[in-house]
């Protein structure tokens, strides 16, 4: 028989003005999870601002030192991300290996991705992070041994690597350019066609894969565990008129995202920039569902797609206590258009999903009748794409046609309307 695979085991470690507050330190228990490594220990050192040497001040650090040995721990991992001198003093001080937030989740990334384009998004993001943190390692190496004649070779490789890796981020970057074009000739295409895009958003593990799943019958990856999904999908789904609209999954949003992350994927969150709709899908379940629907409107801010008309869904209704469903005093965002309540899991509400998104979108629409003749097939396929048909009627001499179709189409069929 096989012996099962020994985990990685780390002590995980926060800096706090509070010494109440330890969520952020659950939620880095969750990320060591799915990196595959499990937690020991956690400590929250009570500090108004991290310390610039080492973190979490050299006391602390004696005092993790001694957790290690008697945890026999693998690591630490702290949840800021740390300064190269932080991460050398702090390795000197405890004796092993000693990890930030950013490492972690660029890990985590790292192993999830496996479209070309998210291998690339995410070298990249490690590559700027390694470039960033080259300076504490050439101190490393220009130390050794001290004295003249060593200095040259520790600057020598520091400055090979910083040529090396930053040739590799010009070479990545030309590739996610090209990628870029890619995605806006798509999404021009997509605007021809006329047909409304719905961009899935939300705090990770909050359901939507399981939710994409539920409205489209796509077979998309859906694991009770943070990124368990990291290459965005795009879907078609027909609401209840048989209207068709896209509905594009994104990147799942956590507290303190690497800034390289943000830029890295910065094409394929643009996607959230030129939807029409966004559906923010909240664990309801979820203790700091709040503090997590914050974070996710914090980072549409970064994204300049903040004025976005949102329907919040609330998904996983069906983890509620009994008490809770009949009370009824459920979170409600004020930052949306719509809030619902569903369950993805087992399709409870979903309809109403499907009727929201067409509520928004005939808010920007205008009823309209038009007349078109039987050679202009093509634009009669184009407004069904784009519009709701309410009636259709192959009459003699036209083809009449009743509709709900977006105010920018208007001048597209100008020549066709006969009422409006």
Same mark, same amino acid.
């Given at each position: 028989?096989?012996?099962?695979e020994?985990?990685? +085991?780390?002590?995980?470690?926060?800096?706090?003005?509070?010494?109440?507050?330890?969520?952020?330190?659950?939620?880095?228990?969750?990320?060591?999870?799915?990196? *595959?490594? $499990? $937690?020991? !220990?956690?400590?929250?050192?009570?500090?108004?601002?991290p310390? &610039?040497?080492?973190?979490?001040?050299?006391?602390?650090? !004696?005092? %993790?030192?001694?957790?290690?040995?008697?945890?026999?721990?693998?690591?630490?991992? $702290?949840?800021?991300?740390?300064?190269?001198?932080?991460?050398?003093?702090l390795?000197?001080?405890?004796?092993?290996?000693?990890?930030?937030?950013?490492?972690?989740?660029?890990?985590?990334?790292?192993?999830?991705?496996?479209?070309?384009?998210?291998?690339?998004?995410?070298?990249?993001?490690?590559?700027?992070?390694?470039?960033?943190?080259?300076?504490?390692?050439?101190?490393?190496?220009?130390?050794?041994?001290?004295?003249?004649?060593?200095?040259?070779?520790?600057?020598?490789?520091?400055?090979?690597?910083?040529?090396?890796?930053q040739?590799?981020?010009?070479?990545?970057? +030309?590739?996610?350019?090209?990628?870029?074009?890619?995605?806006?000739?798509?999404?021009? =295409?997509?605007k021809?066609?006329?047909?409304?895009?719905?961009?899935?958003?939300?705090?990770?593990?909050?359901?939507?894969?399981?939710?994409?799943?539920?409205?489209?019958?796509?077979?998309?990856?859906?694991?009770?565990?943070?990124?368990?999904?990291?290459? &965005?999908?795009?879907?078609? !789904?027909?609401?209840?008129?048989?209207?068709?609209?896209?509905?594009?999954?994104?990147?799942?949003?956590?507290?303190?995202?690497?800034?390289?992350?943000?830029?890295?994927?910065?094409?394929?969150l643009?996607?959230?920039?030129?939807?029409?709709?966004?559906?923010?899908?909240?664990?309801?379940?979820?203790?700091? %569902?709040?503090?997590?629907?914050?974070?996710v409107y914090e980072?549409?801010?970064?994204?300049?797609?903040?004025?976005?008309?949102?329907?919040?869904?609330?998904? =996983?209704?069906?983890?509620?206590?009994?008490?809770?469903?009949?009370?009824?005093?459920?979170?409600?965002?004020?930052?949306?258009v719509?809030?619902?309540?569903?369950?993805?899991?087992?399709?409870? *509400?979903?309809?109403d999903?499907?009727?929201?998104?067409?509520?928004?979108?005939?808010?920007?629409? %205008?009823?309209?009748?038009?007349?078109?003749?039987?050679?202009?097939?093509?634009?009669?396929?184009?407004?069904?794409?784009?519009?709701?048909?309410?009636?259709?009627?192959?009459?003699?001499?036209?083809?009449?046609?009743?509709?709900?179709?977006?105010?920018?189409?208007l001048?597209?069929?100008?020549?066709?309307?006969?009422?409006?």
């Amino acid at each position: 028989m096989f012996e099962e695979e020994i985990k990685e +085991s780390y002590i995980l470690v926060a800096v706090s003005d509070s010494t109440e507050d330890n969520r952020s330190l659950d939620e880095l228990e969750a990320l060591l999870e799915t990196a *595959g490594a $499990c $937690c020991v !220990c956690k400590v929250s050192q009570h500090l108004n601002n991290p310390d &610039p040497a080492t973190y979490v001040g050299s006391g602390k650090a !004696c005092e %993790i030192k001694d957790l290690v040995h008697m945890l026999n721990a693998t690591g630490v991992v $702290c949840d800021d991300e740390l300064s190269p001198a932080q991460i050398r003093n702090l390795t000197d001080i405890i004796g092993v290996k000693v990890i930030d937030r950013t490492i972690l989740i660029l890990d985590i990334f790292a192993a999830h991705a496996s479209t070309n384009e998210g291998k690339i998004q995410v070298e990249m993001a490690q590559q700027k992070y390694r470039l960033s943190h080259l300076h504490g390692i050439g101190k490393e190496l220009s130390r050794q041994g001290g004295g003249i004649g060593t200095r040259g070779p520790g600057e020598t490789r520091l400055e090979s690597d910083r040529r090396r890796i930053q040739k590799r981020i010009s070479m990545l970057s +030309s590739s996610i350019d090209q990628m870029k074009k890619v995605r806006e000739t798509n999404r021009k =295409k997509r605007k021809d066609e006329g047909i409304p895009v719905v961009a899935v958003i939300g705090y990770t593990n909050a359901g939507k894969s399981t939710l994409l799943n539920r409205l489209t019958g796509a077979n998309v990856l859906a694991q009770d565990m943070l990124f368990a999904t990291l290459d &965005p999908t795009t879907r078609i !789904c027909r609401l209840l008129s048989g209207q068709k609209v896209l509905l594009t999954d994104t990147v799942g949003f956590i507290n303190k995202l690497p800034h390289n992350l943000i830029d890295a994927f910065r094409s394929t969150l643009e996607e959230v920039k030129y939807a029409d709709i966004l559906m923010h899908v909240v664990d309801m379940s979820d203790p700091e %569902i709040d503090l997590h629907m914050n974070i996710v409107y914090e980072t549409l801010k970064k994204l300049e797609a903040e004025n976005k008309p949102v329907i919040t869904v609330m998904n =996983k209704s069906d983890r509620l206590d009994d008490t809770k469903k009949k009370t009824g005093l459920f979170t409600k965002d004020k930052n949306a258009v719509k809030t619902l309540y569903v369950s993805a899991i087992n399709g409870d *509400g979903t309809d109403d999903i499907l009727d929201a998104i067409e509520g928004v979108l005939k808010s920007g629409q %205008i009823h309209v009748k038009l007349s078109f003749a039987y050679s202009q097939g093509g634009d009669i396929e184009a407004l069904r794409r784009s519009s709701q048909i309410i009636h259709e009627e192959y009459r003699e001499g036209d083809i009449f046609i009743e509709a709900y179709i977006p105010n920018a189409y208007l001048g597209k069929y100008a020549k066709n309307i006969i009422d409006s």
